[in-house]
């Protein structure tokens, strides 16, 4: 065997063992480098009588051009190889459920908020928040409800301790206080809705001393009845998931609204199921009105120049009809059974276009 058969056989068999790409590159550089052995041996053919070099020269080339092509089928093989490898480790079971075993569900309450917030985001409402602890000027007096005015006493109002002054912090008995710290804060026009937690002495079947409202507040220079009307209109068919289904305002008192309304839903019970949208009886859920003109001026609002509607309703109720909970006091008990039943799935967000309930 020549010496370049030689080189050769060992060269491919250096290649066939490279088995990473920085392997085989180091091949490469000592047989086709500056300084490799092909490359020395092709520097020779200078100093080559023309006879030899007519003989070594397609030789060397020969060799030259069969070590380049092996080196880089040998690349091709090991690139391939890797990616085979990666592809192999790196799979995913893309028909594994994302968290095997979901732990926890989320509250009816959430549930219900998140669902009252994506109907009202929709309509272009903002999302405000207040204190739980409120002073009388919020809560009652700037809502226009007249000092001793009976209706502080029927709000059942958890009153704290006087302070030094006399005044009594409250916990605040409905959401309403925040449409007044937003009224003196914010230049209309306003579109708000205000979600959070009320406080009442109360406690039987439907009542708890802890509730959530979600409020509603509306200003703008020409709002009116219809405006207020229409809203809570598609609010109603919206949360209930209903092609259609009758409203009516009853006339109503509120101090802070002027007229003030209650709106009842059409419904119908079958066995012990409530059903909305059909039926001919009323159901009562939330109370409205149009911003007392007293109250717009308490906000340092012009009556001539600004209107507004606003309504107050009753989360843990509407999620006890909308789902069918029968006792309002089991949604504060902490009963992880209780949960379990009635809570969602973590990853059902409400919204308008993947559904509200599903
Ligand atoms: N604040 C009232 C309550 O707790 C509910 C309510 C009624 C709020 C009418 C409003 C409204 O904004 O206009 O009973």
């Given at each position: 065997m020549s010496d370049i058969e030689q080189l050769e056989k060992d060269l491919l068999a250096k290649i066939g063992a490279a088995d990473t790409g920085a392997a085989l590159e180091e091949v490469r550089v000592a047989a086709?480098?500056?300084?490799?052995v092909v490359s020395e041996r092709m520097k020779t053919l200078g100093k080559m009588s023309p006879e030899e070099r007519k003989e070594m020269g397609p030789a060397l080339n020969g060799l030259k051009t069969r070590i380049a092509d092996a080196i880089e089928t040998k690349k091709t093989e090991l690139e391939a190889a890797a990616l085979d490898a990666r592809l192999a480790s790196e799979k995913?079971?893309?028909?594994?459920?994302?968290?095997?075993e979901p732990k926890g569900k989320i509250h009816p309450v959430s549930q219900v908020t998140e669902e009252i917030i994506a109907i009202f985001s929709a309509m272009g409402f903002d999302v405000a928040e207040g204190p739980d602890i409120e002073d009388d000027f919020h809560n009652f007096t700037a809502l226009n409800f007249p000092p001793d005015h009976p209706a502080r006493e029927m709000h059942d109002t958890f009153f704290f301790e006087p302070k030094e002054d006399g005044e009594r912090m409250v916990l605040?008995?409905?959401?309403?206080?925040v449409q007044i710290r937003t009224m003196m804060n914010e230049k209309p026009p306003i579109r708000i809705i205000i979600p959070g937690r009320t406080f009442r002495c109360d406690s039987d079947q439907t009542h708890t001393p802890m509730f959530h409202q979600v409020e509603g507040l509306v200003i703008d220079k020409e709002t009116h009845m219809g405006h207020l009307k229409g809203t809570l209109q598609a609010f109603v068919k919206t949360f209930f998931e209903l092609d259609d289904v009758k409203t009516r305002f009853r006339p109503h008192f509120f101090p802070f609204t002027e007229p003030s309304a209650e709106m009842d839903v059409q419904y119908e019970r079958v066995g012990n199921e409530v059903r909305f949208g059909q039926g001919d009886k009323w159901m009562e859920i939330l109370g409205c009105g149009m911003v007392h003109p007293n109250v717009l001026r308490n906000c340092g609002l012009d009556p001539d120049e600004y209107q507004g509607f606003a309504f107050g309703m009753g989360v843990d109720r509407l999620a006890m009809l909308k789902y069918g909970i029968p006792d309002l006091r089991d949604f504060f008990a902490a009963d992880a059974r209780w949960l379990e039943h009635y809570g969602f799935d973590a990853a059902d967000q409400p919204s308008l276009w993947a559904g509200l309930s599903k």
């Open positions: 086709l480098g500056k300084k490799g995913v079971d893309v028909t594994l459920p994302v968290r095997p605040r008995t409905h959401t309403s206080p």
